[in-house]
C-alpha cells in the first residue's frame, strides 16, 4: 500500500473526463475523483484480533443538458468515459430542476491556502498494532475494569480532484490518525462500559494512547451502580461529548436543504433569536489541521469562515448553490460533492466558550443531571421535539451524588437552545465541537 497518491495525475485524468463529457453532449459538467487509502488493526485481550486494509477510487461524473442533470460513478477512468454518453443521454430525459447548476464562473476561486491536511508519515501494520494495544492495556490497568471489548488504531489517507467545464480544476489530500478502546467495569448484570476515541489529521496531534485507554477505564469505573431517579423537570448539563450532537442538530436545522424541503423547524426564523444570547456558532473550514477542513467546497468556491448564530440571532442558512438558488440567497461555500451532487454540510463547526467553569455550574445546581451520553435518535426535526435514552450523574445540592441510567430526557429544540449557556471547556477534537451546555427545564423520566 503507498502512502502517497499521486494528485496531479488525478487532475489531469478528471481534467480529460470533462472533455469527453463535453463532446458527449454534455452543457456542463463537473468531475469529483476521490481516491482513498486506509489501514486499521483491532485487538482484543493482548491479540490482534482484525486487520483491515482499503484502496478505492470514485470517479463521479456529473453533467447538465440546461437544467436537467444527471450523475454516474465508476471505479476507473475508462469506465467512467465508457458512461459519459449514458449520462448524457440520462440527462436529457430527467425532469428539470430550475436550481441546478455549476457555481457561476466568476465565484470559482482561483487559488487557495495550504491548510497543512496532509501528514507525510507511513503508516504500518506494526506500528498501528503497538498503538492499539498500548490503549487497551492502559484501560485494563485502571482499578475497577474487568474486561477489554478492544482497542483500534487506524490511518487513512484521500485524494480529493475536483474539476469543472467552467475551468476550476484544483486538488487537496487529506490524512486521518485515530485510536480508540473501549473498557468494562463489573460483572454479570453490573457490568457497564465506556470508551474513548481520539482523531487527528497529523500522527503528533494524536492523544498518547495510554490517555486514551486510562480515559475509557476510568469513566468506565466512574458509571458503575447506577440508579434510576424519579421523574422531574430539572436543569440538564450536557458535557462535552453529548454537548455535540445537540450543535449538530441545530446545524442540521439551519441547513439549506433543510429549509428547503421545509423540514426544519427554524426554516421561518432567519433574522431571529434562536439561541441564548450567549450562544454563537462558527463554522471555519480553514483551520489549520482541522478534521473537517477543506482549502475549497465541492463546487470550486473558496471557503471562509462564518458566524451561523451571533449572539443568539440566526444569520445565515449552510448554503450549496442549489438549495442557495432556492431560497434566493447566494452560496457561502459550504458544497460537499457526493456520488449524487452537491449537498450543504459544515466543516469545522463549534459554539463559542462560555466563561463559567463546568465545576462551577455543577456547584450551581441544587438538583439536576450531568448528562455524559444519549442513546436513540429521538430527535424530530420538522417540530423539535427532542426525546432520547440517556445516562449521566444526579446531582444534589452541587455535588455529584450518584451515577444515573435508564432515564430519559425530554425537551424541544426550540426552547433548549433559548435557554442554554455554554461553559468554557471548548476542545477542539472533532469536526463539530461544543463546551458542555446547561439547559434549563428539561424533563427527566424515570422511575
Known sequence: MSDTIDMARLEDEAAALVEVARV????????????????????????????????????????????????VNANTTAEARELAE?????????????????????????????????????????????RALACEAAGLAVKGVSKSMG??????????????????????????????????????????????????????????????????????????????????????????RAATGLLSSLMGAINGAAVARKTSFLRDRMGQPVAAAAITVVDDPLRRRGLGSRPFDGEGMATAPVRFIEAGVLTDWV?????????????????????????????????????????????????GLLLTETIGHGVNMVTGDYSKGASGFWIENGEIAHPVAEITIAGNLKDMFLNMTPADDLEFRYATNSPSLLVEGMTVGGR
Open 24 to 71: 458527449a453532449g454534455a452543457d456542463s459538467c463537473d468531475v469529483v475523483v476521490a481516491r482513498g487509502q486506509s489501514l486499521a488493526i483491532e485487538v482484543r485481550d493482548g491479540k490482534v484480533e482484525n486487520t483491515s486494509r482499503s484502496e478505492a477510487d470514485n470517479f463521479s461524473l456529473r453533467v447538465f443538458c440546461g437544467k436537467r442533470v444527471a450523475t
Open 319 to 367: 448554503l450549496d448553490w442549489a438549495s442557495a438558488r432556492e431560497l434566493g440567497r447566494d452560496s457561502n461555500g459550504r458544497a460537499t460533492r457526493g456520488g449524487a451532487g452537491t449537498s450543504p454540510a459544515t466543516t469545522n463547526c463549534f459554539i463559542d466558550a462560555g466563561k463559567t467553569r463546568l465545576a462551577d455550574m455543577i456547584a450551581s445546581m441544587k438538583r
Open 86 to 130: 449514458r449520462a448524457v443521454a440520462m440527462a436529457r430525459v430527467s425532469p428539470e430542476d430550475p436550481h441546478q447548476g455549476l457555481a457561476p464562473a466568476e465565484r470559482l476561486v482561483a487559488g487557495w491556502p495550504d491548510l497543512d491536511l496532509c501528514d507525510r508519515a507511513t503508516a504500518e501494520a506494526a506500528a498501528l498494532t503497538e
Open 151 to 240: 482497542a483500534r488504531a487506524g490511518w487513512g489517507l484521500t485524494g480529493f480532484v475536483l474539476a469543472t467545464s467552467t475551468g476550476f480544476c484544483g486538488h487537496y489530500g487529506v490524512s486521518r490518525f485515530s485510536a480508540s478502546a473501549a473498557m468494562v467495569a463489573g460483572e454479570g448484570t453490573a457490568m457497564e462500559r465506556d470508551y474513548e476515541f481520539h482523531s487527528a489529521v497529523h500522527e503528533a496531534d494524536l492523544m498518547d494512547p495510554a490517555e486514551i485507554g486510562r480515559t475509557a477505564g476510568e469513566r468506565a469505573v466512574r458509571r458503575q451502580g447506577p440508579r434510576q431517579v424519579a421523574s422531574a423537570a430539572v436543569p440538564v448539563l450536557f458535557e462535552r
